[in-house]
T-cell receptor, first 116, second 117 residues
Framework: AQKITQTQPGMFVQEKEAVTLDCTYDTSDPSYGLFWYKQPSSGEMIFLIYQGSYDQQNATEGRYSLNFQKARKSANLVISASQLGDSAMYFCAMREGPSNDYKLSFGAGTTVTVRA | IAGITQAPTSQILAAGRRMTLRCTQDMRHNAMYWYRQDLGLGLRLIHYSNTAGTTGKGEVPDGYSVSRANTDDFPLTLASAVPSQTSVYFC????????????????FGEGSRLTVL
């Protein structure tokens, strides 16, 4: 079974608008972490934001926020005030367990295109 | 600039040839990983190493081998390349938990694009 599901292969958003990227996950481990990475057309992987399963508040990093709904096993990324430079592929990923074994499982990704 | 260096950045290879993708990090991270990225499949873990001297299999290990002789280097070898191994390969590293908040964030190299004909 897929551990991370991203159901939106591609999205268009108008500049300055907000966009929400969906991510659902599957784990039976009570301790886990959720990540979002950005991959621009140049190919590098850029870490955006992290949410721990025991974190009481939703994570925020500048224009990025993570809408963490634990009961629904979803960890949607919200990008506010989109900019042209936000056009990229976005990956949701999960680490299971509190151990030192930090293998991440990734979703298939969502391509975001920001229109001027 | 500190980080992860991968080589080569791009390679075209004939099927059946042996190929080693190199990965070196200078962050003294304990754990290192190899992922392959394929369209529609995201990134899939090939092999990993939690510390020098140990390695483990990921989700798609067949046809690949790794070694971890020291902390800094984690080469990935394709013993006899096949066209299905055409992909973009990412090496990554992470700090192990030494106390305090450690998310397990992965630091990635810039990728190696491999084409097997």
């Amino acid at each position: 079974a897929q551990k991370i599901t991203q159901t939106q292969p591609g999205m268009f958003v108008q500049e300055k608008e907000a966009v929400t990227l969906d991510c659902t996950y599957d784990t039976s481990d009570p301790s886990y972490g959720l990540f979002w990475y950005k991959q621009p057309s140049s190919g590098e992987m850029i870490f955006l934001i992290y949410q721990g399963s025991y974190d009481q508040q939703n994570a925020t990093e500048g224009r990025y926020s993570l809408n963490f709904q634990k009961a629904r096993k979803s960890a949607n990324l919200v990008i506010s005030a989109s900019q042209l430079g936000d056009s990229a592929m976005y990956f949701c990923a999960m680490r299971e367990g509190p151990s030192n074994d930090y293998k991440l499982s990734f979703g298939a990704g969502t391509t975001v295109t920001v229109r001027a | 600039i500190a980080g992860i260096t991968q080589a080569p950045t791009s390679q075209i290879l004939a099927a059946g040839r042996r190929m080693t993708l190199r990965c070196t990090q200078d962050m003294r991270h304990n754990a290192m990983y190899w992922y392959r990225q394929d369209l529609g499949l995201g990134l899939r873990l090939i092999h990993y190493s939690n510390t020098a001297g140990t390695t483990g299999k990921g989700e798609v290990p067949d046809g690949y081998s790794v070694s971890r002789a020291n902390t800094d280097d984690f080469p990935l070898t394709l013993a006899s390349a096949v066209p299905s191994q055409t992909s973009v390969y990412f090496c990554a590293s992470s700090r192990r938990n030494t106390g305090g908040r450690n998310t397990g964030e992965l630091f990635f190299g810039e990728g190696s694009r491999l084409t097997v004909l």
